[in-house]
């Protein structure tokens, strides 16, 4: 045993964690878990027989003197290098333990439960569309002054405030895409380096700063800057909640997890005209921005005072202690003895963190490395043909979704002569919203959530919409026209977890984030962007709002068409496989996001 390092034992999860190297004749201080002397026996662990050598004869012990001299130099060296191994050892397995059950108390379950977690995102996602809502209402946009006959009335919300014409007010609606769409790719992209939890708080103090901002904008530039940066806000909490939900739902909840979690847009949306129109007509436009300001104040707290989770494929909490390596003693001993050793981690993972002089030099090569790790995950995901089959269809889809918004009360009101069309169209999507997006993410756990499932369901779903919604702008009575143009925005919303659960579990877990900001940036770019003023193109061309509806509502065909395909198209559930860290089946199940009080809900392992 002389100079050999002995490896030791690995207690079980139940037990404080611990592992531990010994040498032979040197010692590991270590209050954690202190060793006993080089003379003294090592107890052998339960279940487990003691082995003894036979001592050698004495002849054979003694070398030459030369050879002794040599020997103990070799083992001398050993002995520093491990022993400074043994404690980094110690304290990384330790700090992990700690870190997975800090907050604990023992068996007590942590309070900031998967359940919890939930509720707190949708909130926020509540609260991102309500902004949305309140920015599109009537009642905080307003109208602009009008003179007649020499008098002047006053307008009254931001567009009469700074005398803003249509195209102008228009653009303050749709100001915020041009943050989130730019910062989503970068947020998701800085996830693999920064604790992607700790990115959503940023993102939310962003938020909160922003939507200030636009309560104490003065002209039209100033409030349009705020309402970028409030997407910019917005897009590090679009890329990364749903993972997080993904992670931390119950194996046979995770599609309806998902869908409690998009459920949050049509009735977010709803909220948001509601509260803006009230806080705009008794308060001022001001004060609905004021409030969306503060009501995100705790949670942007909590984003920052909660421990960090981490998300399957990441691990920013594994951090190492290299006090021991970098204790002079150790390198004395090093030095002295002329050997190198190199520790787990590496010197250079540790020259990264010390802080160096700032120089352009240094961050353009920073930059462009970054830019080529973005590339290369970029060509890893776009190599993906599920994802990509399953992204054409959401575009196709949003193509639609966005259309109908914007133009479908303008529709009923010119086909069916609706009084309130507004309104109908309003409550029929917030009601159809909530039960189609619930019952597609419970349909998907009932039958199975696999990959195969979700586009048989989204395919299914889409193309029975389409009858339906097609078939409803075919009536000439509005009592017709509800019911059937509502199962169809029933089936049609049923898509919104199953597409979301085949974004997430179509790609490697570390490019999920990833996923999700490509997805989005796609749906807006080529879906909802564009279709808006495509559809009001064609609407003067024919002059027939019947027919426009009805070319329309037919491109859900094509959304049915792609997801259709997706079925046949050879897939993998890559949630369960390794990320390119190698973080190995061990360290996740110490790496869990949150520490469950129901096994089930566990799904690192």
Same mark, same amino acid.
């Given at each position: 045993?002389?100079?050999?390092?002995?490896?030791?034992?690995?207690?079980?999860?139940?037990?404080?964690?611990?592992?531990?190297?010994?040498?032979?004749?040197? /010692?590991?201080?270590?209050a954690s878990n202190p060793l006993p002397p080089p003379g003294s026996a090592t107890p052998a662990a339960e279940g487990e027989q003691e082995h003894t050598k036979p001592e050698a004869p004495a002849e054979a012990a003694a070398p030459a003197p030369v050879e002794a001299k040599q020997e103990a130099a070799t083992a001398a060296a050993a002995a520093a290098g491990v022993?400074?191994?043994?404690? @980094?050892?110690?304290?990384?397995?330790?700090?992990?333990?700690?870190?997975?059950?800090?907050? $604990?108390?023992?068996?007590?379950?942590?309070?900031?439960?998967?359940?919890?977690?939930?509720?707190?995102?949708?909130?926020?996602?509540?609260?991102?569309?309500?902004?949305?809502?309140?920015?599109?209402? =009537?009642?905080? =946009?307003?109208?602009? @002054?009008?003179?007649?006959?020499?008098?002047?009335?006053?307008?009254?919300?931001?567009?009469?405030?700074?005398?803003?014409?249509?195209?102008?007010?228009?653009?303050?609606?749709?100001?915020?895409?041009?943050?989130?769409?730019?910062?989503?790719?970068?947020? *998701?992209?800085?996830?693999?380096?920064?604790?992607?939890?700790?990115?959503?708080?940023?993102?939310?103090? #962003?938020?909160?700063?922003?939507?200030?901002?636009?309560?104490?904008?003065?002209?039209?530039?100033?409030? @349009?800057?705020?309402?970028?940066?409030?997407?910019?806000?917005?897009?590090?909490?679009?890329?990364?909640?749903? +993972?997080?939900?993904?992670?931390?739902?119950?194996?046979?909840?995770?599609?309806?997890?998902?869908?409690?979690?998009?459920?949050?847009?049509?009735?977010?949306?709803?909220?948001?005209?509601?509260?803006?129109?009230?806080?705009?007509?008794?308060?001022?436009?001001? *004060?609905?921005?004021?409030?969306?300001?503060?009501?995100? #104040?705790?949670?942007?707290?909590?984003?920052?005072?909660?421990?960090?989770?981490?998300?399957?494929?990441?691990? /920013?909490?594994?951090?190492?202690e290299y006090g021991q390596m970098l204790n002079p003693e150790v390198q004395d001993q090093i030095n002295n003895n002329g050997t190198k050793h190199v520790m787990p981690g590496g010197i250079d993972d540790l020259a990264g963190k010390v802080p160096q002089k700032f120089s352009f030099s240094r961050f353009g090569r920073s930059l462009m490395t970054e830019i080529g790790?973005?590339?290369?995950?970029?060509?890893?995901?776009?190599?993906?043909?599920?994802?990509?089959?399953?992204?054409?269809?959401?575009?196709?889809?949003?193509?639609?979704?966005?259309?109908?918004?914007?133009?479908? +009360?303008?529709?009923? $009101?010119?086909?069916?002569?609706?009084?309130?069309?507004?309104?109908?169209?309003?409550? %029929?999507?917030? #009601?159809?919203? %909530?039960?189609?997006?619930?019952?597609?993410? %419970? @349909?998907?756990?009932?039958?199975?959530?696999?990959?195969?499932?979700?586009?048989?369901?989204?395919?299914?779903?889409?193309?029975?919409?389409?009858?339906?919604?097609?078939?409803?702008?075919?009536?000439?009575?509005?009592?017709?026209?509800? +019911?059937?143009?509502?199962?169809?925005?029933?089936?049609?919303?049923?898509?919104?977890?199953?597409v979301n659960f085949v974004c997430l579990h179509s790609v490697m877990p570390h490019l999920r984030p990833l996923a999700m900001a490509v997805s989005t940036v796609s749906i807006h770019i080529f879906g909802d962007v564009p279709s808006s003023p495509l559809v009001g193109l064609l609407q003067d061309k024919i002059n027939n709002w019947r027919s426009t509806a009805l070319?329309?509502?037919?491109?859900?065909?094509?959304?049915?068409?792609?997801?259709?395909?997706?079925?046949?198209?050879?897939?993998?559930?890559?949630?369960?496989?390794?990320?390119? /860290?190698?973080?190995?089946?061990?360290?996740?199940? =110490?790496?869990?996001?949150?520490?469950?009080?129901?096994?089930?809900?566990?799904?690192?392992?």
């Amino acid at each position: 045993m002389g100079g050999s390092p002995v490896a030791a034992q690995e207690a079980s999860d139940d037990d404080a964690a611990r592992v531990v190297v010994r040498v032979a004749g040197s /010692h590991v201080d270590s209050a954690s878990n202190p060793l006993p002397p080089p003379g003294s026996a090592t107890p052998a662990a339960e279940g487990e027989q003691e082995h003894t050598k036979p001592e050698a004869p004495a002849e054979a012990a003694a070398p030459a003197p030369v050879e002794a001299k040599q020997e103990a130099a070799t083992a001398a060296a050993a002995a520093a290098g491990v022993q400074a191994m043994a404690v @980094t050892v110690v304290r990384d397995v330790e700090a992990v333990r700690v870190a997975s059950t800090s907050d $604990q108390g023992g068996d007590k379950p942590s309070w900031f439960t998967p359940k919890r977690l939930l509720v707190m995102f949708c909130i926020i996602n509540m609260l991102n569309y309500v902004d949305r809502g309140a920015i599109a209402s =009537n009642g905080v =946009n307003g109208s602009r @002054t009008k003179c007649s006959g020499g008098t002047c009335s006053p307008g009254s919300g931001i567009q009469g405030d700074f005398d803003l014409n249509n195209a102008e007010d228009g653009v303050l609606s749709s100001a915020f895409m041009v943050g989130l769409l730019v910062a989503s790719l970068i947020f *998701a992209s800085l996830a693999k380096r920064y604790n992607p939890f700790r990115l959503i708080g940023v993102g939310l103090l #962003v938020w909160t700063i922003a939507t200030a901002g636009c309560g104490a904008s003065f002209d039209f530039w100033s409030i @349009t800057m705020c309402r970028m940066l409030v997407g910019v806000g917005e897009a590090s909490f679009i890329s990364l909640a749903a +993972p997080f939900i993904d992670d931390n739902a119950p194996v046979a909840q995770k599609t309806a997890w998902l869908a409690m979690f998009y459920m949050c847009i049509p009735t977010g949306i709803a909220l948001g005209y509601v509260y803006g129109g009230l806080a705009g007509k008794t308060l001022g436009w001001r *004060a609905a921005f004021f409030g969306e300001s503060i009501l995100m #104040v705790p949670f942007v707290i909590l984003g920052f005072v909660i421990k960090p989770l981490e998300l399957k494929g990441f691990s /920013h909490n594994g951090i190492k202690e290299y006090g021991q390596m970098l204790n002079p003693e150790v390198q004395d001993q090093i030095n002295n003895n002329g050997t190198k050793h190199v520790m787990p981690g590496g010197i250079d993972d540790l020259a990264g963190k010390v802080p160096q002089k700032f120089s352009f030099s240094r961050f353009g090569r920073s930059l462009m490395t970054e830019i080529g790790l973005f590339s290369k995950d970029m060509k890893e995901l776009l190599q993906e043909k599920v994802f990509v089959t399953v992204v054409l269809g959401y575009i196709s889809y949003n193509f639609v979704i966005g259309a109908y918004s914007y133009w479908g +009360p303008k529709a009923g $009101q010119q086909i069916y002569n609706m009084t309130s069309a507004d309104y109908m169209f309003g409550g %029929i999507t917030i #009601v159809c919203g %909530i039960v189609g997006t619930l019952a597609g993410g %419970i @349909t998907l756990d009932k039958i199975g959530s696999t990959i195969p499932n979700a586009f048989k369901l989204l395919s299914g779903a889409t193309f029975l919409g389409a009858i339906f919604c097609f078939g409803a702008f075919c009536f000439k009575s509005l009592y017709g026209f509800i +019911p059937c143009f509502s199962v169809g925005e029933i089936l049609v919303f049923a898509t919104q977890a199953p597409v979301n659960f085949v974004c997430l579990h179509s790609v490697m877990p570390h490019l999920r984030p990833l996923a999700m900001a490509v997805s989005t940036v796609s749906i807006h770019i080529f879906g909802d962007v564009p279709s808006s003023p495509l559809v009001g193109l064609l609407q003067d061309k024919i002059n027939n709002w019947r027919s426009t509806a009805l070319i329309l509502t037919s491109i859900l065909f094509i959304a049915a068409v792609f997801w259709f395909i997706g079925i046949f198209v050879p897939s993998v559930d890559r949630f369960k496989e390794e990320s390119e /860290h190698g973080v190995t089946a061990a360290e996740r199940s =110490n790496l869990r996001p949150l520490l469950d009080d129901n096994d089930e809900a566990r799904t690192s392992d």
